[in-house]
């Protein structure tokens, strides 16, 4: 992932949340939904050692591989109507709360 360590950032397409006994679905994404998410390091995965080998004609070839990957914690999931959300901020709800 290109985001430094220590640096947050925010994944806008939630598929699905899960709260308790209480099961959210999008179709495709939840609207309004967000999760906040720090990234804690990156690193590289284990060896994994491919080996391809062809019978009596003595060829083998060895190859290794190791997967980078970006290890990230969850620090928060925006559900759509909750307070502080960017749904309850956008103009047409300001709006209707001045009428009111």
């Known amino acids: 992932m290109s985001v430094d360590d220590d640096q947050g950032f925010e994944l806008g397409r939630v598929l699905a949340i899960g709260d308790g006994d209480k099961l959210t679905l999008g179709s495709p994404v ?25 019978a009596k004609v003595r060829y083998t070839r060895k190859q290794g591989h190791r997967q980078p990957f970006t290890e990230v914690e969850i620090k928060s999931i925006v559900m759509p109507g909750a307070e502080g959300t960017d749904e309850d901020t956008s103009p047409r709800h300001r709006d209707q709360k001045e009428e009111n």
């Open 30 to 54: 939840v609207p309004g939904a967000s999760v906040i998410a720090a990234v804690i390091g990156n690193g590289l995965g284990d060896k994994v050692t491919v080996l391809k080998f062809k």
